[in-house]
């Protein structure tokens, strides 16, 4: 059974960068599928972040294109996401996703000072 | 970029009813790679269709999906208090960028 388990920092300062990582067990990213970060905002939808190939390509939403990137690590099978210069409209639970269909159970990031 | 459109935006129903929450592409979702997710409080996403009509694994029979090209619905035979939560559609295409409906509130009336 494939499992996903985001980690990371709570909270985040105005400015700085959100980091976290998701580690991944019951399948190696190395094998396949698309791998990637969605988060929900409070009071508003679901949003796509980005998604990382696991040959290394990687697509990311156009509107947080700038300021985010995702990378994998083969050898520790798990993938990571950071995003830069953040503001309180970051604050979100970050989901970390295989696809559409395997989920982890999400890790609430608030920026704040 | 595919923009999603659900309607309506709220939906009041009593448990027992037929529940009908539409998703609108503004293109063709390619391969009619479209997902349903529900969304309770505190909880990740769920899960209930992909591929516009193909349930996924344990989901009760009483959701379905229907639809291809720009025009998907969900459908909810027989509501449960269970089933009571926010409903989003999405389109994945074969590889990225995914786009999200803006979310259908099923609440009971």
């Known amino acids: 059974q494939v499992q996903l388990q985001e980690s990371g920092p709570g909270l985040v300062k105005p400015s700085e960068t959100l980091s976290l990582t998701c580690a991944v067990s019951?399948?190696?990213?190395?094998?396949?599928?698309?791998w990637g970060w969605m988060r929900q905002t409070p009071g508003k939808g679901l949003e796509w972040i980005g998604s990382?190939?696991?040959?290394?390509?990687?697509y990311y939403n156009p509107s947080l294109k700038s300021r985010v990137t995702v990378s994998v690590d083969t050898s520790k099978n798990q993938f990571s996401l950071k995003l830069n210069s953040v503001t309180a409209a970051d604050t979100a639970v970050y989901y970390c996703?295989?696809?559409?269909?395997?989920w982890g159970q999400g890790t609430l990031v608030t920026v704040s000072s | 970029e595919i923009v999603l459109t659900q309607s309506p935006g709220t939906l009041s129903l009593s448990p027992g009813e037929r529940g009908t929450l539409s998703c609108r592409a503004s293109q063709s979702v390619t391969s009619n790679y479209l997902a349903w997710f529900q969304v309770k409080p505190g909880q990740a996403p769920r899960l209930l269709i992909y591929g516009a009509s193909n349930r996924a694994t344990g989901i009760p029979d009483r959701f379905s999906g229907s639809g291809s090209g720009t025009d998907f619905t969900l459908t909810i035979s027989r509501l449960e208090p269970e089933d009571f939560a926010v409903y989003y559609c999405l389109q994945y295409g074969s590889s990225p960028p995914y786009t999200f409906g803006q979310g259908t509130k099923l609440e009971i009336k």
């Open positions: 996703a295989r696809s559409v269909a395997y």
């Open positions: 019951g399948y190696s990213i190395s094998s396949g599928y698309y």
């Open positions: 990382i190939h696991h040959s290394g390509t990687t």
